[in-house]
């Protein structure tokens, strides 16, 4: 799905932690739309991202995780948040979803984040603004249609699978740097 908005699903994290994405999953459903004459090429997506981060100092931090909306003037149902699968108290501002816990010393935790959501003509992922790392990631993306145009400057994915419908591509990608500074 080539276009020009750039969705990131990914989140801030303020502490000494080392975080990873430990797999990721998009599901789009291809929705042709006609509002008078013209049709649309519209999508739903159902996202869950886990992360896993590490505590490597030798005392217990206070850690806030914030997932910055993919897109302005979107909708996102059925937002969820979760550290080792318990829901924890979080609120939601302009800028997206924040969440806070205390992680103990020299310990992992998992971020649990998903939602639904619908745009028009294109999704990315992208790790964040500027320079970010991740270590092995991995992306799965299901799709109900076939005809899929990769920006120029998107990665192509590590393996393609043809299935009923439409295909199952992954990313999957031991260690990720990308570079997205503004000129």
Not at 76 to 98: C, E, H, R, W
Not at 155 to 161: A, E, G, N
Request: hydrophobic share 35%; proline share 4%; net charge positive.
């Amino acid at each position: 799905m080539a276009g020009k908005s750039c969705a990131k699903s990914r989140p801030n994290v303020k502490s000494r932690s080392r975080y990873k994405p430990a797999g990721f999953t998009s599901i789009f459903t291809l929705i042709r739309e006609k509002k008078g004459l013209l049709w649309y090429s519209t999508y739903a997506l159902n996202f869950t991202g886990d992360y896993v981060f590490h505590n490597d100092t030798p005392e217990s931090r206070d850690v806030t995780f914030r997932l910055k909306f993919p897109a302005d003037k979107a909708i996102y149902d059925g937002l969820q948040m979760t550290i080792n699968d318990q829901t924890i108290p979080s609120f939601t501002d302009a800028d997206g979803t924040v969440g806070r816990t205390t992680v103990s010393a020299q310990s992992n935790v998992k971020l649990h984040v998903a939602y639904r959501s619908q745009g028009l003509d294109s999704w990315r992922y992208q790790l964040g603004d500027g320079i970010a790392q991740a270590r092995d990631f991995q992306l799965v993306m299901q799709t109900n249609f076939r005809n899929i145009d990769f920006a120029d400057d998107t990665l192509s994915p590590t393996s393609k699978l043809l299935v009923p419908g439409g295909w199952q591509l992954t990313w999957s990608i031991p260690i990720w740097s990308q570079d997205f500074r503004s000129e």
